[in-house]
């Protein structure tokens, strides 16, 4: 049984939408299957990644295509990584080094010769921004021998809109424009990549925040959880490993639709939606989706399928009917 499980970035999910929030339920369901496919926006947290030993850590760019069909995912034992810095200081280095000696990781650090620069804003209640400098990055790292990519560098987001986010919520003003930085990167490069910010926090911020936000005010570096992703993430073929014919379903959010639903509509890959966990954008409902309340009852319906059990089979039963074929 094999589940992909995905959180769109920057859309304000309830579950997932904040600083890896969706660990919990990412646990859950993989708890349900053989393989849970993920992407980072899921399962990073700072200082933290709890996803499940069945994971596969999958760019979402590279989810996308592999959702529909051109590329596989080769799993691997470990992997190289290169971790590209704008400047190796004291935090990319110690960082590095934590990788290395907790989860035995084999990482390089590369400072770029052309600084990456991420802007981040809220462009129409959506988080997005401007990547510059990813060309340079991709011409740097090009020949170089690794197997996955780490980028750790520093976000651009006003203090306002930062504070504001932290004391009320909503919706990520950071996790639009990493989606796109890697998006870029890892489509040029054809290699796993992730990225976390560095030099990301608000001076003297010492308050009390929403507990899915909590993990951003503890942490002083941001890149142990994309390491620990990347550690032992999937590398990716066009002609072999797992495809998106070995995927049983996929579970989403409330009110999206994108490349990934789609793909699943178009290869007949059974989509489940979570209601409670909504998105601040509004795509009606889809006869073809299955809709269940929370992630308790999508773990309820992943392992139905894996029984072969009909959910009516296991609810206070309806009268038989017969198809009139007149």
């Known amino acids: 049984m094999n589940v992909a499980m995905i959180v ?7 579950i997932g939408g904040h600083c890896g929030d969706a660990n919990a339920a990412s646990r859950l369901l993989g708890a349900c299957c053989d393989t849970l496919i993920l992407h980072p926006n899921v399962v990073n947290a700072s200082d933290i990644n709890e996803m499940p030993p069945n994971a596969l850590y999958v760019e979402g760019h590279h989810l996308d295509q592999f959702l529909l069909g051109k590329l596989r995912l080769q799993k691997v034992k470990s992997n190289k990584v290169l971790i590209v810095v704008n400047k190796a200081d004291y935090q ?45 990055l991709v011409a740097q790292v090009k020949d170089l021998e690794y197997d996955a990519l780490g980028i750790a560098t520093p976000i651009t987001v006003d203090d306002k809109t930062l ?4 004391r009320e919520g909503g919706v990520n003003p950071v996790g639009g424009v990493e989606a796109l930085a890697t998006r ?8 796993p990549c992730a990225h976390g910010p560095v030099d990301y926090a608000l001076t003297g911020f010492k308050e009390v925040v929403d507990p899915r936000i909590a993990v951003e005010i503890i942490t002083e570096n941001f890149i142990h959880c994309l390491l620990k992703g990347l550690h032992k993430a999937p590398r990716l ?16 959010p409330y009110g999206c639709f994108g490349t990934p639903h789609q793909a699943c509509l178009d290869a007949n890959i ?3 939606v979570v209601r409670e966990n909504k998105s601040c954008l509004n795509e009606p409902e889809r006869s073809e989706f299955i809709y269940v309340e929370n992630y308790i009852e999508a773990a309820g319906m992943i392992m139905a399928m894996q029984a072969g059990v009909h959910p ?15």
């Open 8 to 14: 769109p970035t920057g859309i304000g999910c309830e």
């Open 92 to 136: 990319s280095i110690n960082a590095v080094s934590a990788a290395r000696m907790s989860l035995g990781l084999e990482a390089e650090i590369l400072e770029l010769k052309e600084p990456l620069t991420l802007m981040a804003r809220i462009e129409n209640g959506i988080a997005g921004g401007d990547v510059i400098g990813w060309e340079a």
């Open 163 to 166: 504070g504001d986010y932290w």
């Open 184 to 191: 870029l990167i890892g489509e040029a490069i054809g290699k």
């Open 237 to 252: 073929s066009t002609s072999r490993g797992m495809s998106n014919q070995d995927v049983d379903c996929m579970v989403s």
């Open 270 to 272: 059974p989509v489940i």
């Open 312 to 326: 009516s089979s296991v609810r206070r039963p309806l009268p038989y009917t017969t198809v009139n074929k007149s």
